[in-house]
């Protein structure tokens, strides 16, 4: 199966942050026919089928950036707690040294090296560091945990401006692909509402194809949490795709397999090409229910397989959740979380 045609309805969700745009690739070959007397329309049917490509594409970069702002803004989250922690223990130290300062003082003067405390400039102390034998052993100790502390909190605050950078440069990155995607949309759905109604009505009832239960006489998913995954992915039958979602009321192909997942406490990552290799990949020929199908050389769409070469899978937008053959279109990876 070398090439295959998107049918798409004419009208797009668009759906929350984060997610697998994986549109009308699966449809076309799972759907198999095209309208009769659909041939003047070819070019707009390609032009279609380019656009989703390059949409899926942008995708996979909005959901790489995404999820790395994701991870971005939980560790400037913790590098912002860390550097108070260790503010308020140099505080702490700080007041500490302050006590021992007056204490010398009122026993004969403050030695120049305590005076080091009350600099805001860890580089200070290492570079007067030779003052710390004029003081007494307890008084030297303070200090040395006092520098390091400082010396700590310094490098933990440059960490966290670099992290502040790069998460803009991330969440500018999310923007612009989001962008991208939304315009390839756009011109795609323009192209389909200029189609014929009776193209599109074609378009319609395939769209609906695939809801029925096929014979999974036999088909025993190989664990509880595989069994579990599958029957989360069975009920989510009949949902509609929305893009960018992962449950539970719409999902985009990634997104169901990740929430089928999550309902047997397993959690997979976000897109359909880490999704691929989220587990022991295996043969087609031994794939079992509840394994995830990768297809396309570059992973862009996602399935479930469920036994008797049968795999549910939300397919594109105005397409639900439905049942498909396994051999759809070409299989990249069969992956056993």
């Not at 913790?78 to 308020?88: E, F, K, L, N, Y």
């Not at 007056?102 to 004969?108: I, K, L, V």
């Not at 609906?208 to 999974?216: K, V, W």
């Amino acid at each position: 199966m070398g090439s295959h045609r998107r049918l798409a309805p004419s009208g797009f969700d668009r759906g929350a942050r984060g997610a697998t745009l994986c549109v009308l690739t699966a449809a076309a070959a799972a759907l198999g026919v095209l309208p009769t007397g659909a041939a003047p329309h070819d070019d707009s049917r390609g032009e279609v089928d380019r656009l989703y490509e390059e949409a899926e594409r942008a995708t996979e970069s909005y959901n790489k950036a995404d999820e790395r702002a994701d991870v971005l803004h939980d560790q400037v989250g913790r590098a912002r707690d860390r550097i108070a922690r260790q503010q308020g223990r140099i505080n702490t130290m700080r007041d500490a040294l302050g006590s021992l300062a007056g204490a010398q003082y009122r026993s004969g003067g403050l030695d120049p090296s305590l005076a080091l405390m009350f600099s805001d400039d860890p580089d200070e102390y290492l570079d007067k560091a030779a003052a710390l034998d004029r003081i007494n052993s307890r008084q030297a100790g303070e200090l040395r945990n006092l520098q390091r502390a400082m010396r700590g909190l310094a490098r933990d605050r440059e960490d966290a401006t670099r992290k502040l950078a790069e998460l803009e440069r991330s969440r500018e990155a999310v923007a612009r692909h989001r962008r991208t995607v939304e315009q390839k949309l756009a011109k795609a759905r323009q192209l389909l509402n200029s189609m014929p109604d009776s193209d599109r009505a074609a378009y319609d009832r395939a769209s609906r194809s695939g809801r029925t239960t096929p014979d999974l006489t036999g088909a025993v998913p190989p664990s509880a949490r595989a069994a579990a995954a599958v029957a989360a992915a069975r009920s989510a039958l009949g949902r509609p795709y929305v893009w960018g979602a992962n449950g539970p009321l719409g999902f985009d192909c990634s997104g169901l397999t990740q929430w089928s997942y999550a309902q047997a406490g397993v959690g997979l990552p976000r897109t359909s090409q880490a999704q691929a290799h989220a587990g022991r990949q295996v043969p087609l020929s031994q794939a079992q229910p509840g394994d995830i199908v990768t297809y396309r050389d570059d992973a862009g769409h996602v399935g479930m397989y469920m036994g008797n070469g049968q795999v549910i899978h939300a397919p594109y937008p105005g397409a639900p959740v439905r049942y498909d053959p396994v051999g759809m279109m070409p299989v990249s990876a069969v992956t056993r979380p």
